[in-house]
């Protein structure tokens, strides 16, 4: 939660005044499968179904035909020879409906397809001696590098 809170009465120009919302959502990629309409956020635990469905249409111009929220509880942890025990905070889990003919899929920034496999292990050995070669100092041990 933010420490944004405004007081009632501000001396001065109003409309100087700064609206930052104490208010937070993170889209966040569903564990299990789910319709191409369902959108997963996590959201801050002061927050209702309508301040979501709200903040969804205020911010993002997007909207929702139905809301739903869960808490999921924070994992429970032994620590140092289960002499302590600590719990993680909760999570306020808010899961969005779009209409039928909306859809959302989660965009992946680093697709693992792509990955280069072009490299091979003699490429790479071979690029290392070149920077070896080239980082030589003259009379100094071979592994001493500047």
């Given at each position: 939660m933010s420490t944004r809170w405004y007081p009632l009465y501000q001396r001065g120009n109003p409309q100087l005044r700064i609206f930052l919302p104490n208010f937070w959502l993170k889209l966040v990629e569903p564990q299990h499968k789910q319709p191409k309409n369902v959108?997963?956020?996590?959201?801050s635990m002061e927050m209702t179904k309508y301040d979501i469905q709200n903040y969804l249409e205020k911010i993002y111009n997007v909207n929702p035909?139905?809301?739903?929220?869960?808490?999921a509880l924070g994992k429970i942890k032994r620590l140092h020879d289960n002499k302590y025990v600590v719990k993680e905070d909760d999570i306020k889990v808010a899961y969005v409906v779009l209409a039928k003919n909306q859809t959302f899929e989660f965009p992946y920034l680093f697709p693992k397809d792509e990955m280069k496999k072009e490299s091979t292990f003699e490429e790479t050995k071979e690029e290392f001696q070149k920077y070896v070669e080239t980082s030589k100092e003259p009379g100094a041990p071979g592994w001493f590098r500047v």
């Open positions: 959108v997963q956020f996590h959201c035909v139905h809301v739903r929220t869960r808490i």
